[in-house]
């Protein structure tokens, strides 16, 4: 099991265009988060799965921003028309049901840059 | 809405020297979860904290967790610059029948060596 990976690792884009990241999250965990992180600033939840259910959005997660989980595995992350405010750290956790007695694994992360 | 606060928010600190970091919230938990992020990294776990009183220890850091108080405290003993680190604290709202967990703003740690 090598963890929650996270694709890109960095991105950089110009306002106004359409990004998507992905997040594969460990096998066996049922339960998907997305979370952004600003420079200096604690991770704020973005949105939930479980399997493929969508279950919980931040009011953080404008109508330019669409998560998707289709088979309750890979997630992904889609920011359209990107603005300078959406620069930030995207990260991805995971965990099972049972995931708040062994807390929940985050991937490495996706820098988006908006220029 | 659930409010987690920590304090310091930064704390710089000597080698050799002992420190308690504190993480309050504001509403009923009974889990919570502390983390380590080093620069432009992700984040590790360090230690999750199941029910009032539980106190975990790995090398010269210390967690433990007050329901009742609402706090938890991350204790560093005999400081190494390898500590160095942003360190958050995380309240799991599952008891709130709402499943995620919310952070707080981080405490960033400079051990001078």
């Known amino acids: 099991d090598t963890g929650v990976s996270q694709d890109p690792r960095h991105k950089i884009t110009k306002r106004g265009q359409n990004v998507t990241f992905r997040c594969d999250p460990i096998?066996?965990?049922?339960?998907l988060y997305w979370y952004r992180q600003t420079l200096g600033q604690g991770p704020e939840f973005l949105t939930y799965?479980?399997?493929?259910?969508?279950?919980?959005k931040s009011r953080l997660l404008s109508d330019r921003f669409s998560a998707e989980r289709p088979k309750g595995s890979f997630s992904t992350l889609e920011i359209q028309r990107t603005e300078q405010g959406d620069s930030a750290m995207y990260l991805c956790?995971?965990?099972?049901?049972?995931?708040?007695?062994?807390?929940?694994?985050f991937g490495s992360g996706t820098r988006l840059t908006v220029v | 809405e659930l409010k987690v606060e920590q304090n310091p928010l930064f704390l710089s600190m000597q080698e050799g020297k002992n420190y308690t970091i504190y993480c309050n919230y504001s509403?009923?938990?009974?889990?919570l979860y502390w983390y380590r992020q080093d620069p432009g990294k992700s984040l590790e776990s360090l230690f999750v904290?199941?029910?009032?009183?539980a106190v975990k220890q790995e090398g010269r850091l210390m967690a433990s967790l007050d329901t009742k108080a609402r706090l938890s405290t991350l204790h560093i003993t005999a400081a190494v610059h390898d500590l160095s680190a942003t360190y958050f604290c995380?309240?799991?709202?599952?008891?709130?029948?709402?499943?995620?967990?919310?952070f707080g703003k981080g405490t960033r740690l400079h051990i001078l060596p």
């Open positions: 956790a995971s965990s099972s049901v049972q995931g708040a007695n062994y807390g929940y694994t």
């Open positions: 096998s066996e965990h049922n339960r």
């Open positions: 799965f479980q399997n493929e259910a969508q279950l919980e």
């Open positions: 509403t009923t938990s009974d889990r």
């Open positions: 904290l199941l029910s009032n009183g």
């Open positions: 995380a309240v799991d709202m599952s008891w709130n029948r709402d499943d995620k967990i919310i």
